[in-house]
């Protein structure tokens, strides 16, 4: 029993090690970040139908958000933006540091290097290749997939699938594409990786449950495919996309030149070594994963 305890203490102890290594490397103390400009006020009308009655932009029709919106709605309505933010962002840096522990401890990585990891990680001049893409920020929708596309592939490294096809759908659910990508890199990772009688009796027997914690995201899948997009809508996305984050679709505006084709080149290389090298059932796993 005591060794149980202490084992349980050093591990909450070193969850809220990350979470302070987290939050020294990325918090954004005082102000907002990114998409919490945007993020932050349509949590907000979500619960609040009668704030800013007039306003074009936040009374559009946003279902894509709608998941997360009710649960950092309340917080916004409640609390303000400044504290509601702060608050949300500590909730979030949390979650983050829990969610990479379990994905770190599932490939057997010792602490010293976790934290690591978690630092240079978050130091780096952008936390992706290109695209001025992030994950651990402000507090929005698209960190809390992340963090349940990780924890979905750390379950399904721990050959738990139906909990790794649970988180799934809760990414998809709390931001589309977030959690639509890292569906795809899962099914290719275990095409590649997995036996074809353990890929029909142990996997997909237990891909439905994605479809049920889903719920959220699924919706507007079908309704992108099928509905035609109305002028105020298309307004919005130009005003989004096209102006408020160019970054995100236009090559001429990703960082330093040639480099990240070459770290682009360079990763793919390891990864198809570490694939076809190594002989850690987990490690071929995730290799295929970052492949995907």
Known sequence: MQIATKGRVIRILQIFSLWLVAIASAFPFGGYHANEFNKLPLARKAVESDWLAQDWYLNLRSEYYDTFNQLLGPLMS???????????????????????????????IQFALILAIVYLFLNVQDQSLVAGE????????KTVAYAFS??????FLQQRYWLGFAWAGAALSTHVLTGLYAMFCIVFACVLTLRGEVL??????KSWIFFLTGLGGIPVIINQLIARSTIDSLRAGMLYVTFRNPHHLLPSAWWDGRRWKVELILSVILFIWVYSRSRSQNLRFVAAYALG
């Open 134 to 141: 992030w994950i651990l920020g402000g507090v929005e929708s």
């Open 78 to 108: 409640g609390l303000g933006f400044e504290a509601g933010a702060t608050i949300g962002r500590l909730v979030v840096y949390l979650l983050f540091s829990i969610v990479l522990y379990i994905f770190c401890r599932s490939l057997r």
């Open 150 to 155: 990780l924890l979905a592939l750390a379950t």
């Open 200 to 205: 029909s009796s142990k996997v997909l027997s």
